[in-house]
DNA sequence: TTATATT
């Protein structure tokens, strides 16, 4: 369905109006604590060879959108030497999925990280800096959507509800934004997969202690797996955003004190400055433009493919065809590609909009190709 | 049915 890109405007037009509503939640902060028993510091290096890193390795939670890899390894860098660390991106879109991991050298830092960092405000975020329990099929999909809660059931109450059923990772009720009453609706993470499916067997459709209604239990959506639809809407809806919005692609030097001094005027430790963005030669292209309007995309990684450029461009009009430019022996993009776009409204908007947008930790630039024959 | 809890 890929290819019909002059269809999705429609398909695209119907969703963007959908209001977005403002919940304002309430969380536990649950510490996940290092598993196994107690060790001195240093790696642990087991039998078989496999590294221990459960008193090293840290998740982070609830990271502002907008934070990138580069402050998030800056920040978790700050407290001690870091042996790896990743800010969890979507795949195809590139954008934050608000968490990372975060592997220190000294199991002392880990620690550190935990005491200092935990808690820190960024932006709207309170982030949660937590011990990464061992990754495992059984701990995914753990998370539970609950409704027709009564209104006067607290966090607290839900948490001793479901706590029978298994160890609670997260809880939350929503709440209304303006009146911070109970919406009735909230989630549980469990540690593990069949702990949830307990708590739906044993909670779904019953009512709890003295409740006049009976509350539904389910897993909750996961919200990683979009459809093809939902991505594009969201794709969409970013780019709308930008094309309202004043255009600020002008320099993207990221500061992590911005980061800090956006929430409470608090600052927690010396701030660091990072300058992420690298200075990109001018290219320009030869060769006749044929039937459409050529875009050329600038700044694409190695590993970019053509579906990244119709999921970009889709959304804009119609795309009549795109092409990733990839090295002849490795066979990976060499940066950049074009797209060719049957109507010039449809591709200045395009233009104007995903120039300057962030894929992942790239900035692309998007032009219309331009037939210079060399580059300056 | 939340902005995003397992790389």
Same mark, same amino acid.
């Given at each position: 369905?890929?290819?019909?890109?002059?269809?999705?405007?429609?398909?695209?037009?119907?969703?963007?109006?959908?209001?977005?509503?403002?919940?304002?939640?309430?969380? %536990?902060?649950?510490? $996940?604590g290092p598993s196994g028993t107690s060790l001195p510091n240093g790696p642990v290096i087991s039998t078989n060879g496999s590294?221990?890193?459960?008193?090293?390795?840290?998740?982070?939670?609830? /990271?502002?959108?907008?934070?990138? !890899? +580069? +402050?998030?390894?800056?920040?978790?860098?700050?407290?001690?030497?870091?042996?790896?660390?990743?800010?969890?991106?979507?795949?195809?879109?590139?954008?934050?999925?608000?968490?990372?991991?975060? $592997?220190?050298?000294?199991p002392n830092d880990a620690d550190k990280a935990i005491n200092t960092l935990n808690g820190l405000k960024l932006q709207t975020?309170?982030?949660?800096?937590?011990?990464?329990?061992?990754?495992?099929?059984?701990?995914?999909?753990?998370? &539970?959507?609950?409704?027709?809660?009564?209104?006067?059931?607290?966090?607290?109450?839900?948490?001793?509800?479901?706590?029978? @059923?298994?160890?609670?990772?997260?809880?939350?009720?929503?709440?209304?934004?303006?009146?911070?009453?109970?919406?009735?609706?909230?989630?549980?993470?469990?540690?593990?997969?069949? +702990?949830?499916?307990? =708590?739906?067997?044993?909670?779904?459709?019953?009512?709890?202690?003295?409740?006049? +209604?009976?509350? %539904?239990?389910?897993?909750?959506?996961?919200?990683?797996?979009?459809?093809? !639809?939902? *991505?594009?809407?969201? /794709? @969409?809806?970013? =780019?709308?955003?930008?094309?309202?919005?004043? /255009?600020?692609?002008?320099?993207?030097?990221?500061?992590?004190?911005? *980061?800090?001094?956006?929430? @409470?005027?608090?600052?927690?430790?010396?701030?660091?400055?990072?300058?992420?963005?690298?200075?990109?030669?001018?290219?320009? &292209?030869?060769?006749?433009?044929?039937?459409?309007w050529c875009i050329f995309v600038y700044n694409l990684s190695p590993e970019a493919d053509e579906s990244v450029l119709w999921? &970009?461009?889709?959304?804009?009009?119609?795309?009549? $065809?795109?092409?990733?430019?990839?090295?002849?022996?490795?066979?990976?993009?060499?940066?950049?590609?074009?797209?060719?776009?049957?109507?010039?409204?449809?591709?200045?908007?395009?233009? =104007?909009?995903?120039?300057? @947008?962030? &894929?992942?930790?790239?900035? /692309?630039?998007?032009?219309?190709?331009?037939?210079?024959?060399?580059? =300056?």
């Amino acid at each position: 369905h890929l290819g019909n890109a002059d269809r999705w405007p429609l398909i695209l037009t119907a969703t963007k109006w959908t209001a977005c509503q403002i919940i304002s939640t309430m969380e %536990t902060q649950v510490s $996940n604590g290092p598993s196994g028993t107690s060790l001195p510091n240093g790696p642990v290096i087991s039998t078989n060879g496999s590294t221990d890193d459960s008193k090293t390795n840290l998740i982070v939670n609830y /990271l502002p959108q907008n934070m990138t !890899q +580069e +402050e998030f390894k800056s920040l978790f860098g700050s407290i001690g030497e870091i042996e790896s660390c990743k800010l969890v991106r979507d795949k195809i879109t590139g954008q934050s999925l608000g968490y990372g991991f975060v $592997n220190y050298v000294d199991p002392n830092d880990a620690d550190k990280a935990i005491n200092t960092l935990n808690g820190l405000k960024l932006q709207t975020k309170t982030i949660k800096v937590s011990y990464a329990r061992p990754s495992s099929a059984s701990i995914r999909d753990a998370n &539970l959507y609950v409704s027709g809660l009564p209104k006067t059931m607290s966090q607290k109450d839900m948490e001793q509800l479901f706590s029978q @059923y298994g160890r609670i990772i997260t809880s939350r009720i929503l709440v209304d934004q303006v009146t911070g009453i109970s919406r009735g609706v909230g989630f549980i993470r469990f540690d593990k997969r069949n +702990e949830a499916e307990e =708590a739906i067997k044993g909670l779904n459709g019953q009512k709890p202690l003295g409740a006049a +209604e009976p509350i %539904t239990v389910k897993f909750a959506n996961n919200p990683s797996q979009k459809t093809g !639809q939902a *991505l594009l809407t969201q /794709l @969409y809806q970013t =780019a709308a955003r930008r094309y309202t919005g004043p /255009l600020h692609h002008q320099t993207q030097r990221f500061r992590l004190d911005n *980061l800090l001094n956006a929430s @409470y005027g608090v600052k927690r430790f010396s701030p660091i400055t990072i300058d992420s963005m690298t200075s990109l030669a001018g290219v320009n &292209l030869t060769g006749p433009t044929g039937a459409g309007w050529c875009i050329f995309v600038y700044n694409l990684s190695p590993e970019a493919d053509e579906s990244v450029l119709w999921q &970009l461009f889709g959304p804009f009009g119609a795309v009549t $065809n795109v092409k990733v430019i990839r090295d002849f022996t490795t066979n990976k993009c060499k940066g950049f590609g074009f797209v060719t776009m049957t109507n010039y409204d449809e591709a200045a908007m395009a233009i =104007a909009s995903l120039n300057g @947008y962030r &894929l992942g930790d790239r900035v /692309l630039q998007v032009s219309f190709k331009t037939s210079k024959q060399h580059k =300056a």
